[in-house]
């Protein structure tokens, strides 16, 4: 703690307290210490430095943290009214800006991403969030049907449905965006009445932990949230197969994806899957510059390119590639990497040493295939994990890094050359992959089109990956199964009943 508090003096005394503390699990609204002898070491990616150290749960974890969510879903939960539920939301959302400075600190510290970044997300994205939710308690509702049970004539029977929270969910989230991704899995729920057991991802739980404290200081009755760290293998499959569990929402790799729909099997728990993402930028010759260059970029390089929306295969018109190409890589050239609690800080580390060196070695496969390697493409030499915003070009379809997702700083150039909309969308659509996507243009006929022609569950117009909380998010093809944000994000976490009656 002392050569952290070295490296970065300006730390708040509340988050190196957090950080000193014996991690281990949130259980029934107490913190339980269960799970293998050997912890998880949490590093900074900026420094390499361990940060702290938390409890790696297992399948008896994950079994105590389920028990307790189902008697807090048949218990005291259930006795809150809609109402009640949303002010325990907006309550949380007050907190998170109250303790703003502290989720900062420690959302950078375990994942690396730069201070006006962690500002953004934790003084604006997240507290707002779970204010667009805590407005939905109260407008969950069902139905009245013009049905006619068994013959019966108007006036003789009535049918109705009714919306209720599905149960206990099992929630897995990734390290990209570590505070986020446990937001968008924990207002839903909450907000239709259901209970959550939480498996952060193990590089970067301390958010996470210090989210569940804020949510039982709103007011979430004990066992509504529980949190079991550990590793994918054993605490995420054990809660994936938990015949206790009534639904998975699982943010993370199509690789990881497939398993845990395999592990849900058992007995057929609804699965919600937001996975992987290869996005397509497509623009035209018309297309205002000024705008392109720096959007392009930031579609890539934002997070350092460490999230499912990145905009990775930029598909230029060859009227304009040279001058987009030239513009980006100036622009990527001109980053400051660095800490993240550097203010000046523009482009963040990756968030391991295992990450920085798929990376790599998915930027060396394009160029053995014969990608030219415009700026960026190593490691710098120093402390971290960082890697250089990278821009390949002479890509085509076949190569390594098109067709996978590197989940890093790397944007593969395509050049068309022709008008033919359906060959684009084509191209655009060549994966494997449908989550986001963006088209530019100053031709509306042609925005329309290509919107429409696009594969993706999110598609933009002269921007991308443009979020809202009432926007709903989520792939086609193998990038999920259903919807996150907005009404839709409600759907996973509640079934429908139908009622008849009759007199």
Same mark, same amino acid.
């Given at each position: 703690?002392?050569?952290?508090?070295?490296?970065?003096?300006?730390?708040?005394?509340?988050?190196?307290?957090?950080?000193?503390?014996?991690?281990?699990?949130?259980?029934?609204?107490?913190?339980?210490?269960?799970?293998?002898?050997?912890?998880?070491?949490?590093?900074?990616?900026?420094?390499?430095?361990?940060?702290?150290?938390?409890?790696?749960?297992?399948?008896?974890?994950?079994?105590?943290?389920?028990?307790?969510?189902?008697?807090?879903?048949?218990?005291?939960?259930?006795?809150?009214?809609?109402?009640?539920?949303?002010?325990?939301?907006?309550?949380?959302?007050?907190?998170?800006?109250?303790?703003?400075?502290?989720?900062?600190?420690?959302?950078?510290?375990?994942?690396?991403?730069?201070?006006?970044?962690?500002?953004?997300?934790?003084?604006?994205?997240?507290?707002?969030?779970?204010?667009?939710?805590?407005?939905?308690?109260?407008?969950?509702?069902?139905?009245?049907?013009?049905?006619?049970?068994?013959?019966?004539?108007?006036?003789?029977?009535?049918?109705?449905?009714?919306?209720?929270?599905?149960?206990?969910?099992?929630?897995?989230?990734?390290?990209?965006?570590?505070?986020?991704?446990?937001?968008?899995?924990?207002?839903?729920?909450?907000?239709?009445?259901?209970?959550?057991?939480?498996?952060?991802?193990?590089?970067?739980?301390?958010?996470?932990?210090?989210?569940?404290?804020?949510?039982?200081?709103?007011?979430?009755?004990?066992?509504?949230?529980?949190?079991?760290?550990?590793?994918?293998?054993?605490?995420?499959?054990?809660?994936?197969?938990?015949?206790?569990?009534?639904?998975?929402?699982?943010?993370?790799?199509?690789?990881?994806? *497939?398993?845990?729909?395999?592990?849900? /099997? !058992?007995?057929?728990?609804?699965?919600?899957?937001?996975? %992987? =993402? $290869? &996005? #397509?930028?497509?623009?035209?010759?018309?297309?205002?510059?000024?705008?392109?260059?720096?959007?392009?970029?930031?579609?890539?390089?934002?997070?350092?390119?460490?999230?499912?929306?990145?905009?990775?295969?930029?598909?230029?018109?060859?009227?304009?590639?040279?001058?987009?190409?030239?513009?980006?890589?100036?622009?990527?050239?001109?980053?400051?990497?660095?800490?993240?609690?550097?203010?000046?800080?523009?482009?963040?580390?990756?968030?391991?040493?295992?990450?920085?060196? *798929?990376?790599?070695?998915?930027?060396? /496969? !394009?160029?053995?295939?014969?990608?030219?390697?415009?700026? %960026? =493409? $190593? &490691? #710098?030499?120093?402390?971290?994990?960082?890697?250089?915003?990278?821009?390949?070009?002479?890509?085509?379809?076949?190569?390594?890094?098109?067709?996978?997702?590197?989940?890093?700083?790397?944007?593969?150039?395509?050049?068309?050359?022709?008008?033919?909309?359906?060959?684009?969308?084509?191209?655009?659509?060549?994966?494997?992959?449908?989550?986001?996507?963006?088209?530019?243009?100053?031709?509306?006929?042609?925005?329309?089109?290509?919107?429409?022609?696009?594969?993706?569950?999110?598609?933009?117009?002269?921007?991308? /990956?443009?979020?809202?909380?009432?926007?709903?998010?989520?792939?086609?093809?193998? &990038?999920?199964?259903?919807?996150?944000?907005?009404?839709?994000?409600?759907?996973?976490?509640?079934?429908?009943?139908?009622?008849?009656?009759?007199?």
């Amino acid at each position: 703690m002392q050569e952290l508090l070295k490296t970065y003096p300006q730390l708040s005394q509340e988050t190196l307290a957090f950080l000193a503390r014996k991690h281990g699990h949130f259980i029934n609204g107490r913190v339980e210490h269960g799970g293998s002898d050997e912890p998880i070491d949490i590093h900074d990616p900026a420094t390499g430095l361990r940060i702290a150290q938390c409890s790696a749960g297992g399948a008896a974890e994950i079994d105590a943290a389920v028990k307790a969510a189902r008697i807090a879903f048949e218990g005291p939960w259930s006795k809150f009214t809609a109402a009640q539920r949303s002010v325990v939301l907006w309550k949380i959302a007050d907190l998170i800006q109250a303790n703003f400075q502290q989720l900062c600190e420690l959302e950078i510290l375990d994942n690396g991403l730069p201070t006006p970044l962690a500002q953004y997300v934790c003084g604006m994205v997240v507290p707002e969030f779970f204010r667009y939710y805590a407005g939905w308690p109260t407008k969950i509702e069902g139905a009245t049907l013009p049905a006619a049970p068994q013959g019966k004539l108007p006036g003789e029977a009535i049918s109705f449905t009714l919306r209720e929270p599905i149960g206990v969910v099992g929630a897995i989230t990734p390290w990209n965006s570590p505070l986020p991704m446990v937001m968008l899995k924990l207002a839903p729920a909450l907000a239709t009445g259901c209970t959550v057991v939480l498996k952060p991802a193990e590089l970067t739980p301390l958010t996470a932990m210090r989210l569940a404290e804020i949510c039982q200081e709103a007011g979430v009755p004990d066992g509504v949230v529980n949190i079991v760290n550990g590793y994918g293998a054993t605490a995420g499959a054990a809660l994936a197969a938990h015949p206790g569990v009534d639904k998975i929402a699982f943010t993370g790799s199509t690789e990881v994806g *497939r398993s845990i729909v395999r592990a849900a /099997a !058992g007995n057929l728990k609804k699965v919600s899957l937001e996975l %992987g =993402g $290869k &996005s #397509p930028v497509v623009v035209f010759a018309d297309a205002d510059l000024e705008q392109v260059i720096p959007g392009a970029a930031r579609a890539c390089f934002f997070l350092q390119g460490q999230n499912c929306m990145a905009g990775t295969r930029l598909f230029l018109h060859e009227k304009i590639h040279d001058a987009v190409v030239e513009g980006i890589a100036t622009i990527a050239n001109a980053m400051k990497l660095g800490p993240g609690l550097d203010p000046t800080s523009e482009f963040g580390p990756l968030i391991s040493a295992k990450q920085r060196e *798929r990376v790599e070695g998915f930027v060396e /496969a !394009g160029r053995k295939e014969g990608a030219e390697i415009v700026c %960026g =493409g $190593k &490691s #710098p030499t120093r402390p971290g994990y960082f890697f250089e915003p990278t821009v390949l070009t002479q890509t085509t379809p076949e190569m390594t890094p098109v067709k996978n997702e590197i989940f890093g700083p790397v944007l593969c150039v395509h050049r068309f050359g022709d008008e033919d909309l359906d060959q684009v969308a084509r191209e655009a659509n060549s994966t494997i992959y449908g989550l986001s996507g963006s088209v530019w243009t100053r031709d509306l006929g042609i925005a329309m089109q290509m919107v429409r022609k696009i594969d993706s569950g999110q598609v933009s117009v002269n921007m991308h /990956a443009a979020l809202d909380p009432a926007m709903p998010f989520g792939g086609n093809k193998q &990038s999920g199964w259903g919807r996150e944000f907005g009404k839709e994000g409600l759907e996973p976490y509640l079934k429908t009943k139908g009622i008849s009656m009759t007199w």
